[in-house]
Every structure is written in structure tokens, then in C-alpha cells.
């Protein structure tokens, strides 16, 4: 399947992903990176590994988020994209894109959502006093961080944790939890995928 990866940074899931993509039985093709964000890391990164990568900045479209997200979903289209993944996508979505991909678009957010969903959530964590703490790979809804929990990965965090070594752990668990899921999701096709948790301690 031809699968299209969102980006708005430095682009290391998308690397998990290129990476897992060019095993031989791997049933996604990454075979479009876009980025609201010219300078975005994972456009270099894509363009290294020889895969089209294309910049559609949001500023022009100022406040009308639907027409932004009909610009790239147009180029999904183009393209003959049949499956999104969002990789430190940082753009709230509207309906627009929402609704077109519903099934067909997943994200991966860097907690054990419902807990901590938005920004800062190792800090967040940490000030919690929580003792695990992980990834979710989920669909994407309308709502944030919302959707239908599709895998998760787990660790424990340290008595000397700060938020930085707690997030290189856990982006770890992100790279190996993200192909996973991406692989299942596609396997499966339209069901949700029965996702066994990946744990590390
Ligand atoms: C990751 O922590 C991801 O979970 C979150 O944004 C970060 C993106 O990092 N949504 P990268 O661009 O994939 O390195």
C-alpha cells in the first residue's frame, strides 16, 4: 500500500518507518512525505532515502485550516495514497482531512494515552509522579489524541528521570512501535488491529 507520512520536524518515526518499509515483506510503500514546515527535518531525511517530499506550508492559507488540508489532500490523492501515518505532525486536524481518511489515518503520540494527551507529556509525566509510561499509535478522530487506541509501548520510569532521558527512551519505543502497528493496521485491512502491547522494562 502506498502510505503517506505528515511531518512538521526532525522526522525519526518517519526513519523507523522508511526503515521498516524497506524490509521485502513489508506491506507499505513510503512513497510521500509531506510537511507543513520548509525546514523539517524529515524532508531531508526522505529525500536522503530518494523518497518525494513536499512542503505545504499552512502560513499562506493564514486561518482557513480546511483549505491548507484540502491542498494536501489533494496531493494524497495525486499521488494515489492509501494510508497516512502522522510523525510529530504538529497541526491540529478539522474535519476535512479528518473525515476523508477516517480509517485510513493514524497517529503516534509520545504517552500512554488517555493519559497526557498535547504537548510537554514527559514533564507532564513526571510531575504526575507516575511510575510507567510509553507511546500510543491510534486513529485519528476529530477530537486530539482521541481516537481509538490501536498499540501501545510501555516503560518504567527511573527514580533519576528527567524529562529529556525519559523522552529518548521512550522515542525508542516509538521507532519499534510504530512499524508494528503500521504493519498490523495494514494487514488487517479495515479491522481494528488486536494490538498485544509491547513492553520494556
Ligand atoms: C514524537 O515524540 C511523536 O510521538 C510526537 O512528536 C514526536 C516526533 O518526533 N507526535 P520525530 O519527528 O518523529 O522525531
Not at 505528515?6 to 506491506?27: E, K
Not at 491540529?92 to 481518511?101: A, H, Q
Not at 510501555?154 to 529518548?168: G, K, N, T, W
Not at 525508542?172 to 479491522?191: C, F, I, K, T
Request: aromatic content about 4%; glycine content about 8%; hydrophobic content about 45%.
Amino acid at each position: 500500500r502506498r502510505v503517506a507520512v505528515l511531518v512538521s520536524g526532525r522526522g525519526s518515526n518517519l526513519g523507523a518507518l522508511i526503515a521498516a518499509a524497506a524490509v521485502a515483506d513489508y506491506p507499505a510503500e513510503i512513497a510521500l512525505v509531506l510537511s507543513n514546515v520548509p525546514e523539517a527535518g524529515g524532508l531531508v531525511l526522505a529525500r536522503d532515502h530518494g523518497i518525494a517530499a513536499e512542503v505545504i506550508d499552512h502560513r499562506p492559507f493564514g486561518r482557513d485550516r480546511a483549505a491548507h488540508e484540502a491542498a494536501i489532500d489533494a496531493r494524497l490523492h495525486e499521488a494515489r495514497i492509501g494510508f497516512v501515518c502522522l510523525a510529530g505532525y504538529m497541526r491540529r486536524l478539522t474535519p476535512l482531512l479528518v473525515d476523508r481518511w477516517a480509517g485510513r489515518m493514524i497517529n503516534i503520540h509520545p504517552s500512554l494515552l488517555p493519559s497526557f494527551p498535547g504537548l510537554d507529556t514527559h514533564a507532564r509525566a513526571l510531575a504526575a509522579g507516575v511510575k510507567i509510561h510509553g507511546c500510543t499509535v491510534h486513529e485519528v478522530t476529530a477530537g486530539v489524541d482521541e481516537g481509538p487506541i490501536l498499540g501501545q509501548a510501555a516503560i518504567a520510569v527511573r527514580p533519576d528521570d528527567d524529562a529529556h532521558s525519559l523522552a529518548a527512551r521512550v522515542l525508542e519505543q516509538e521507532h519499534r512501535l510504530y512499524p508494528a502497528v503500521l504493519r498490523r493496521a495494514l494487514e488487517e485491512g479495515g479491522e481494528r488491529p488486536q494490538a498485544e502491547p509491547l513492553l520494556s522494562f
